[in-house]
């Protein structure tokens, strides 16, 4: 055994003393993404990003390079699990992908609410999966308030936001952002929904009341629902292998009744065949439970 105070090769301390190279951080890349069920052709954009939190881990841990992390990796299994959260993307802003929103606020939701009257429902519920800082689901509940809930009398929202990073669900408590996450949200909305408080804008209580927030792993557990309209953008169909798609797709097909609403990021497609789901726009990513 290693005397404690034995230094053995070198121990860089500084981030700046890790030295990988960019390919180096990809070939790793690369070789982790798939035993942690993700897929490396979603983390090509974002690779930057997560090299930079490899490069803190190993300054943390006092290894020297990507070949030490993986020995570190390769004899310590609660490693993967600090790693898998390295991997976390967390990026979200309001109304993202205009076009999406504008089709969901014109034509989705107020199709969804006659349905529901028809079958004598009085709560849509909504399920907002991997919700970031609560920038999604709180514009479902702004879309809401300032143009649905005029139009559907009677009819109430429930919102049921989940993500299993404890930090973007304290932002999302916080509900506070920077004008940049603001930029796609329509300005009338903008100055309706939020107030300006110390530099930053914050979204009024009202806004707030129909959004819940849950920690919870997807690949763990999803609420059981019924859910009419579930948003899971920008996550499972991005950064997910293909078993994992086809599990949590499956998943959300026992959650939702025939004519439910499933939106994917604007880039996103659902595995093909037999998920249960059928197409209503492939240009927007939008799909109708079957
Ligand atoms: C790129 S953001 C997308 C946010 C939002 N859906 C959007 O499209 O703007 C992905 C979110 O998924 C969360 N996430 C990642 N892996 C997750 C998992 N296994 N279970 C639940 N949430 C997860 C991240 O913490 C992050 O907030």
Request: a positive charge; proline letters at 5%; glycine letters at 8%.
């Amino acid at each position: 055994m290693d005397h404690p105070l034995v230094l053995r090769g070198t121990h860089p301390k500084s981030v700046a003393a890790i030295k990988f190279t960019s390919a180096a951080c990809t070939a790793f890349l690369q070789w982790a993404l798939p035993r942690l069920g993700l897929r490396w052709a979603g983390f090509r954009r974002v690779r930057g990003q997560v090299c930079k939190r490899l490069r803190r881990r190993l300054a943390t841990l006092e290894l020297a390079d990507l070949a030490a992390y993986r020995n570190r990796l390769d004899q310590e299994t609660e490693e993967w699990k600090i790693l898998d959260r390295l991997c976390r993307i967390t990026i979200s802003r309001f109304y993202r992908n205009r076009g999406v929103f504008d089709h969901l606020r014109a034509e989705v939701l107020p199709a969804l609410c006659q349905d529901l009257r028809q079958t004598g429902e009085r709560h849509l519920r909504c399920l907002s999966l991997g919700c970031g800082g609560g920038e999604e689901p709180y514009t479902i509940g702004i879309i809401w308030r300032l143009e649905l809930a005029p139009r559907c009398p009677g009819m109430t929202l429930e919102i049921l936001a989940t993500d299993n990073d404890p930090g973007s669900l304290a932002r999302a408590a916080h509900g506070c952002y920077s004008a940049g996450s603001l930029r796609d949200l329509p300005l009338q909305w903008r100055v309706a929904a939020f107030d300006l408080q110390d530099g930053v804008q914050c979204l009024r209580s009202e806004f707030r009341r129909e959004v819940a927030f849950l920690e919870q792993d997807l690949r763990e557990e999803i609420p059981f629902g019924p859910f009419h309209l579930v948003l899971c953008r920008n996550l499972v169909f991005t950064y997910f292998d293909e078993d994992g798609q086809r599990r949590i797709v499956k998943d959300l097909a026992t959650r939702m009744p025939p004519g439910a609403i499933l939106l994917l990021g604007k880039h996103e497609r659902l595995p093909p065949d037999g998920t249960g789901f059928e197409t209503v726009s492939a240009h927007l990513a939008i799909y109708k439970r079957a």
